[in-house]
């Protein structure tokens, strides 16, 4: 594979440290492990695969291999093969020259202990994927945060802390009784911050997923893990929504409370490490809160979706996991949408809406009438049709299995309509023809200059059909209700993140980048023009990269 020579020289160029990840990269070519415990996979079935795509030329493999083979090996969902690497890549078209910063995107990309194998696609641990744009060239690079999750499970060669659907292996019944402890003092629980990152207003940049110990501060230059980010209040709690809102002035989130079912919705300042609690949402219905991986804002409202798929303390606590994890479909408690007040913490509409299913919130925005009043709230998000299988479907087992099967379960862009005017039900229609995106949707951006506000552009994930896994970048006009979608045949896309040319006054002005796991086992950094939709550059990694979730970007200072 010559693009991967050239690459991994290049990146022995850039700095003396690179030297050392590359060559960790040339003996892993060479079908020799380095590290301990996770790394040591003798008999991992996959090895040999990865071995040989990541040491030979891209051929194609023989259809009825690769019938048989499904996408059991699909680079996507296969982890990551060394703890670092960085390196300049080789560009194919043009990064704009306004272009300067770097682009952060996490997400759990290793999916074993040994020759021990994750079940869902969330377990993995963290790895942290960079993308430094500087003058038209490209250093990229990932390294595995060291959470305490990742370093017991390196050291032990075994799970030591309950992730997403993994729970440690107790040897006794005493050991059960300890862990039950551990479990309500959150000791058990991971920090495994595989989710997110964010830069907040002060510059901090952290690494984030639904346990609030899981809140890891990382610097973007060297992916070094730097510590914990530790929250200096009081409020408590173990776990918070995965998706805060980030700005340069707040950091606003959303902490369930298990106890007494609701959420405390917090703000916190830059600078400070101390959330202070804006207000409270009791829950309307079912024996838990709505499980929150995300929610929107509107300019002066906070809107708390309290969603029928709820947490469930009983899952929490069985050693095998339950079909649908740490949560429970409970539809007679209904669905709900909450609007809080951002200025006074009070709640100025609580209205129920059908039943939904959502990971990700796009964006909400106040609706007026013709004299400036405020009459609706809209609130759009990623709707699986009030459909939990989707979480079912993210079982690497079944991402893995893809033999051409349409087996997405369909989503839609939801658009939530919740009225101001004291009546008690709000809508929930989609913004537009799901046909247009492939019925499949998922994993959203839109330009940050509009958050909280009427917005036109959303760009996500859809699904060129048949597929298991939103396959597609598709740009949605609200407006037009039109998609433009690309697609290369058998390429996984992670989530198309914006980025504003500096002085736009188009909304959609800018590039989206995502990074691209390819079926050959390959992987690339793509930009797309946020305008046209159309590819600008591209760049190879010398290695296949597993999928990844979300990002950031960090502008040049
Ligand atoms: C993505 C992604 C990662 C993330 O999950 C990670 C964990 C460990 C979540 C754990 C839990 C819940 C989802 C519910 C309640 C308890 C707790 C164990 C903290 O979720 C994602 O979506
Ligand atoms: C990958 C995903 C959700 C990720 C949560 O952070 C959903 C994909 C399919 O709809
Ligand atoms: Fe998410």
Same mark, same amino acid.
């Given at each position: 594979?010559?693009?991967?020579?050239?690459?991994?020289?290049?990146?022995?160029?850039?700095?003396?440290?690179?030297?050392?990840? $590359?060559?960790?990269?040339?003996?892993?070519? &060479?079908?020799?492990?380095?590290?301990?415990?996770?790394?040591?996979?003798?008999?991992?079935?996959?090895?040999?695969?990865?071995?040989?795509?990541?040491?030979?030329?891209?051929?194609?493999?023989?259809?009825?291999?690769?019938?048989?083979?499904?996408?059991?090996?699909?680079?996507?969902?296969?982890?990551?093969?060394?703890?670092?690497?960085?390196?300049?890549?080789?560009?194919? %078209?043009?990064?704009?020259?306004?272009?300067?910063?770097?682009?952060?995107?996490?997400?759990?990309?290793?999916?074993?202990?040994?020759?021990?194998?994750?079940?869902?696609?969330?377990?993995?641990?963290?790895?942290?994927?960079?993308?430094?744009?500087?003058?038209?060239?490209?250093?990229?690079?990932?390294?595995?945060?060291?959470?305490?999750?990742?370093?017991?499970? &390196?050291?032990?060669?075994?799970?030591?802390?309950?992730?997403?659907?993994?729970?440690?292996?107790?040897?006794?019944?005493?050991?059960?009784? @300890?862990?039950?402890?551990?479990?309500?003092?959150?000791?058990?629980?991971?920090?495994?911050?595989?989710?997110?990152?964010?830069?907040?207003?002060?510059?901090?940049?952290?690494?984030?997923?639904?346990?609030?110990?899981?809140?890891?501060?990382?610097?973007?230059?060297?992916?070094?893990?730097?510590?914990?980010?530790?929250?200096?209040?009081?409020?408590?709690?173990?776990?918070?929504?995965? !998706?805060?809102?980030?700005?340069?002035?707040?950091?606003?989130?959303?902490?369930?409370?298990?106890?007494?079912?609701?959420?405390?919705?917090?703000?916190?300042?830059?600078?400070?490490?101390?959330?202070?609690?804006?207000?409270?949402?009791?829950?309307?219905? @079912?024996?838990?809160?709505?499980?929150? !991986?995300?929610?929107?804002?509107?300019?002066?409202?906070?809107?708390?979706?309290?969603?029928?798929?709820?947490?469930?303390?009983?899952?929490?606590?069985?050693?095998?996991?339950?079909?649908?994890?740490?949560?429970?479909?409970?539809?007679? $408690?209904?669905?709900?949408?909450?609007?809080?007040?951002?200025? $006074?913490?009070?709640?100025? #509409? $609580?209205?129920?809406?059908?039943?939904?299913?959502?990971?990700?919130?796009?964006?909400?925005?106040?609706?007026?009438?013709?004299?400036?009043?405020?009459?609706?709230?809209?609130?759009?998000?990623?709707? !699986?049709?009030?459909?939990?299988?989707?979480?079912?479907?993210?079982?690497?087992?079944?991402?893995?299995?893809?033999?051409?099967?349409?087996?997405?379960?369909?989503?839609?862009?939801?658009?939530?309509?919740?009225?101001?005017?004291?009546?008690?039900?709000?809508?929930?229609? #989609?913004?537009?023809?799901?046909?247009?995106?492939? &019925? @499949?949707?998922?994993?959203?951006?839109?330009?940050?200059?509009?958050?909280?506000?009427?917005?036109?552009? #959303?760009?996500?994930? %859809?699904?060129?059909?048949?597929?298991?896994?939103?396959?597609?970048?598709? &740009?949605?006009?609200?407006?037009?209700?039109?998609?433009?979608?690309?697609?290369?045949?058998?390429?996984?896309?992670?989530?198309?993140?914006?980025?504003?040319?500096?002085?736009?006054?188009?909304?959609?002005?800018?590039?989206?980048?995502?990074?691209?796991?390819?079926?050959?086992?390959?992987?690339?950094?793509?930009?797309?023009?946020?305008?046209?939709?159309?590819?600008?550059?591209?760049?190879?990694?010398?290695? %296949?990269?597993?999928?990844?979730? !979300?990002?950031?970007?960090?502008?040049?200072?």
């Amino acid at each position: 594979m010559a693009s991967l020579a050239f690459s991994a020289k290049i990146g022995r160029c850039i700095s003396p440290s690179n030297a050392m990840v $590359s060559d960790q990269y040339e003996s892993k070519r &060479k079908g020799l492990s380095f590290g301990k415990g996770i790394f040591a996979r003798k008999n991992d079935p996959r090895d040999s695969l990865v071995t040989k795509v990541a040491t030979q030329a891209p051929t194609v493999i023989p259809s009825l291999e690769k019938e048989l083979a499904g996408d059991r090996n699909h680079v996507a969902w296969t982890s990551v093969q060394q703890e670092r690497w960085e390196g300049e890549l080789v560009v194919e %078209g043009e990064i704009p020259l306004w272009l300067n910063g770097t682009y952060l995107r996490n997400g759990p990309g290793l999916w074993h202990i040994g020759s021990y194998n994750f079940r869902h696609l969330f377990d993995g641990y963290a790895t942290l994927v960079r993308l430094h744009f500087e003058n038209g060239r490209l250093i990229a690079g990932h390294r595995q945060i060291e959470s305490e999750a990742y370093k017991a499970a &390196k050291n032990n060669n075994k799970l030591c802390y309950r992730e997403f659907s993994e729970v440690p292996k107790l040897d006794n019944f005493l050991a059960y009784i @300890g862990e039950l402890a551990n479990l309500f003092s959150g000791a058990s629980l991971t920090d495994n911050a595989n989710t997110g990152v964010v830069k907040l207003g002060d510059g901090r940049v952290v690494c984030l997923t639904e346990t609030q110990k899981g809140s890891i501060i990382v610097d973007p230059n060297t992916l070094d893990t730097l510590g914990k980010f530790e929250y200096s209040d009081s409020l408590g709690g173990l776990i918070h929504s995965a !998706h805060p809102i980030v700005t340069d002035t707040e950091f606003l989130t959303l902490l369930p409370d298990l106890l007494k079912p609701g959420y405390l919705v917090v703000r916190m300042e830059p600078g400070s490490n101390e959330r202070k609690v804006i207000g409270r949402v009791d829950c309307r219905g @079912g024996p838990a809160p709505g499980w929150v !991986h995300s929610f929107p804002v509107t300019e002066h409202y906070v809107i708390v979706p309290e969603m029928p798929l709820r947490y469930c303390a009983q899952n929490l606590l069985k050693a095998e996991p339950t079909p649908l994890y740490k949560f429970e479909w409970h539809p007679d $408690s209904k669905g709900f949408m909450h609007v809080m007040c951002k200025a $006074s913490g009070n709640i100025v #509409a $609580s209205v129920e809406v059908p039943l939904y299913v959502t990971f990700h919130f796009i964006n909400a925005y106040e609706e007026k009438d013709e004299d400036g009043r405020v009459t609706a709230i809209i609130a759009d998000c990623c709707e !699986h049709n009030a459909d939990t299988t989707i979480l079912e479907r993210l079982r690497l087992q079944n991402l893995r299995a893809f033999m051409g099967e349409d087996v997405l379960p369909d989503a839609r862009v939801g658009r939530f309509i919740i009225p101001l005017d004291g009546s008690p039900y709000g809508k929930l229609e #989609a913004a537009l023809d799901p046909e247009e995106h492939g &019925k @499949g949707m998922d994993m959203c951006s839109f330009n940050p200059a509009y958050l909280g506000k009427k917005y036109r552009y #959303a760009y996500a994930c %859809g699904a060129q059909r048949p597929c298991n896994f939103p396959n597609t970048l598709t &740009k949605i006009d609200l407006f037009e209700k039109k998609a433009k979608n690309w697609y290369e045949e058998g390429a996984v896309p992670s989530e198309p993140f914006f980025v504003a040319r500096p002085g736009a006054t188009e909304e959609d002005d800018g590039v989206l980048i995502s990074m691209i796991s390819e079926k050959n086992g390959d992987g690339y950094a793509l930009l797309l023009d946020g305008s046209t939709f159309e590819e600008i550059a591209r760049a190879k990694f010398p290695y %296949g990269l597993p999928y990844g979730l !979300h990002g950031c970007w960090v502008p040049k200072k």
